[in-house]
């Protein structure tokens, strides 16, 4: 009802549209629009020995460094010894520096690898289903399958 009464006045349409152009400014960050401060962050955040990184893996962020193991849902389309490259990164630091992303950290600032090492299945789950008095009764048993990830690399990229 209101938004037709807008809509006549021109006022929605023109939210709209200014909206869509900061969404978009936001998220046009490339290696040349890189400004000094965040130069001198990422050499700073390069000094350190241990990097940390919180990257979505299938829509969850996880909290990974170098080596960790990863359990994430089934990904259908990777077989054993594959290497995926993670470019989801939300952020990115050490014990002293953090780099933080709105909402992604730009993708030239890191380098972020894992390896599958295995697709295993979890214990059998059972799923009881019943209804009092009506003699319904069902059992569910299934396994979740599962992906698992090793990071094999967690790296710093150099913008010079």
Request: charged residues 30%; proline residues 2%.
């Amino acid at each position: 009802m209101f938004s037709a009464a807008f809509k006549s006045m021109g006022a929605l349409t023109a939210t709209r549209a200014t909206l869509s152009k900061a969404f978009v400014r936001s998220h046009q960050t490339t290696s040349e629009a890189v400004d000094a401060a965040t130069k001198t962050s990422l050499k700073k955040l390069r000094d350190q020995l241990h990097y940390y990184a919180i990257a979505e893996v299938t829509g969850r962020p996880f909290l990974i460094t170098q080596n960790d193991k990863l359990i994430v849902n089934r990904l259908k389309d990777v077989q054993l010894g594959d290497v995926i490259k993670l470019d989801c990164v939300r952020e990115l630091g050490s014990k002293d520096y953090t780099l933080k992303g709105a909402p992604y950290v730009n993708q030239a600032f890191f380098d972020i690898s894992a390896t599958v090492i295995e697709h295993p299945k979890s214990k059998l789950v059972q799923i009881v289903k019943k209804k009092r008095r009506k003699n319904y009764k069902r059992t569910i048993e299934h396994k979740q399958t599962h992906t698992v990830l090793r990071i094999s690399k967690v790296e710093v990229n150099a913008l010079d």
